[in-house]
């Protein structure tokens, strides 16, 4: 396998990893905000802050719900719209050195 092919595969594993990580969070932090605990090592505080970047813009797009927030819900669905018709098609279209 070439140095090519590798960075390639290594390119496709690390944007799959990423948007699987960033909905995985956002996941987590709706289930914390059920389930109010504290996790170790201040992960409450890294969750907090990974999901808020992506959650407070479509929080602000969205109109007030009578205190239902949404913004998980839309973001879940943004990101994985973004990942399959965007970003994986990008991906593909890469010549391949193989």
């Not at 944007?15 to 605990?37: A, K």
């Not at 090592?41 to 802050?49: G, Q």
């Not at 819900?73 to 391949?96: C, E, K, N």
Request: charged share 10%.
């Amino acid at each position: 396998m070439s140095v090519t092919a590798l960075l390639y595969a290594f390119l496709f594993a690390f944007v799959m990893t990423f948007f699987g990580g960033l909905q995985l969070v956002i996941l987590i932090r709706v289930i914390l905000s059920w389930i109010p605990m504290r996790l170790p090592l201040d992960l409450n505080d890294l969750i907090f802050s990974v999901s808020e970047a992506v959650l407070r813009p479509i929080r602000q797009a969205l109109p007030a719900m009578g205190g239902l927030d949404l913004s998980p819900f839309v973001a879940l669905i943004a990101l994985g719209l973004i990942q399959s018709y965007l970003v994986v098609p990008l991906l593909r279209a890469l010549p391949y050195p193989g």
